[in-house]
């Protein structure tokens, strides 16, 4: 295991190295002028705009900015931002708790609930063909998914925060504060509920088909047959022995979709002013702060690869016959 885990982050190196390359380029090439759009409307005269590119290092040709770039990422400097005047490292830090807590709520509640969903699905298909519980849960599901999140958002804020007033729409804590304890507890949560089931709606119902597909491949397999013949429980049957063995795709869709859910903060973030990562990339993108906008795509590539190392080491946890080349 540890020598797979060691091939697996040396083969990390050289795609981070591409993706790092290639964000830079691509944000290198993108249409407009950061030091035009931090200056403003303020005629500023071309010697000081020729300063500041000097000061951000933006006068030197494209090739000697990337191969600065790649040095100061390699030490762990990831540059300084245009727009908020400070490091981007420490500005990356203090919207990072906000986006883990968002977006590992709606991953956390999109991965239950989908589980079970697809489990009650595929067990009411394989011992009464499809019926009103599997079409349901199917329709559901089909009808999740092809729903935008960013339109999914503004239809929560209209009706549960304009509408009928029960929830806040903006932000991830009262202006004047949290009161202390539980109460406080309990107002935050208020403030998660919308923006945490926006983002986690499209994964649920993709982890749903995915857990009653992989369910019903194995629901009529000999060893579910010879399981119910021994007179094992029905919760043994579809949990210890379905369910495991159905478990490899699950976790491949589930891991796969950590670096999405990161990135798809963005939207939902900007939606309901949550003062998280995906919030600072979208205020980011329309300033043009790019060393804001390669540190976060970089963030979030390396997420996707430590996200699929778990999920590789899960799979051989969970079955060993995985091949261990």
């Known amino acids: 295991m540890s020598s797979f885990i060691l091939r697996r982050l040396?083969?990390?190196?050289?795609?981070?190295l591409a993706v790092v390359v290639l964000n830079f380029l691509l944000i290198a090439f993108t249409p407009g002028d950061p030091i035009t759009l931090l200056v403003g409307d303020f005629p500023a005269p071309p010697e000081y705009l020729e300063q500041m590119r000097r000061e951000f290092g933006l006068d030197q040709p494209l090739w000697i900015q990337l191969l600065r770039y790649l040095g100061k990422v390699a030490q762990g400097d990831f540059g300084y931002s245009f727009a908020n005047q400070q490091p981007v490292a420490a500005l990356i830090l203090e919207r990072l708790g906000a986006t883990l807590e968002l977006t590992m709520t709606a991953l956390a509640f999109a991965?239950?609930?989908?589980?079970?969903?697809?489990?009650?699905?595929?067990?009411?298909a394989a011992r009464t063909g499809p019926g009103l519980v599997d079409s349901a849960i199917q329709g559901v599901s089909s009808a999740?998914?092809?729903?935008?999140?960013?339109?999914?958002?503004?239809?929560?804020?209209?009706?549960?925060?304009?509408?009928?007033?029960?929830?806040?729409?903006?932000?991830?804590?009262?202006?004047?504060?949290?009161?202390?304890?539980?109460?406080?507890?309990?107002?935050?949560?208020?403030?998660?509920?919308?923006?945490?089931?926006?983002l986690s709606l499209r994964?649920?119902?993709?982890?749903?088909?995915?857990?009653?597909?992989?369910?019903?491949?194995?629901?009529?397999?000999?060893?579910?047959?010879?399981?119910?013949?021994?007179g094992a429980s029905e919760w043994t049957v579809v949990v210890v022995h379905a369910l495991r063995n159905a478990a490899a795709p699950v976790l491949t869709?589930?891991?796969?979709?950590?670096?999405?859910?990161?990135?798809?903060?963005?939207?939902?973030?900007?939606?309901?002013?949550?003062?998280?990562?995906?919030?600072?990339?979208?205020?980011?993108?329309?300033?043009?702060?790019?060393?804001?906008?390669?540190?976060?795509?970089?963030?979030?590539?390396?997420?996707?690869?430590?996200?699929?190392?778990?999920?590789?080491?899960?799979?051989?946890?969970?079955?060993?016959?995985?091949?261990?080349?």
């Open 253 to 325: 869709v589930i891991g796969y979709n950590v670096g999405f859910v990161l990135a798809g903060s963005a939207l939902i973030e900007a939606v309901f002013a949550w003062p998280g990562i995906g919030r600072l990339l979208y205020e980011s993108i329309s300033k043009r702060d790019y060393p804001v906008m390669l540190a976060i795509l970089l963030m979030v590539s390396v997420t996707v690869v430590i996200a699929n190392l778990v999920t590789d080491i899960i799979h051989r946890l969970i079955d060993p016959r995985i091949e261990r080349a």
């Open 111 to 124: 991965s239950v609930l989908g589980i079970v969903f697809g489990v009650i699905a595929a067990r009411s």
């Open 10 to 16: 040396l083969h990390a190196i050289p795609l981070l």
């Open 203 to 230: 994964y649920l119902t993709l982890i749903t088909r995915i857990t009653r597909a992989a369910m019903l491949e194995v629901m009529n397999a000999d060893f579910i047959l010879a399981s119910r013949s021994r």
């Open 144 to 198: 999740g998914y092809s729903i935008p999140d960013f339109w999914l958002g503004q239809l929560l804020i209209l009706v549960f925060a304009i509408w009928l007033g029960w929830l806040p729409s903006q932000g991830n804590n009262p202006v004047r504060g949290t009161a202390p304890g539980f109460e406080g507890f309990v107002q935050h949560l208020s403030y998660l509920v919308l923006p945490a089931f926006a």
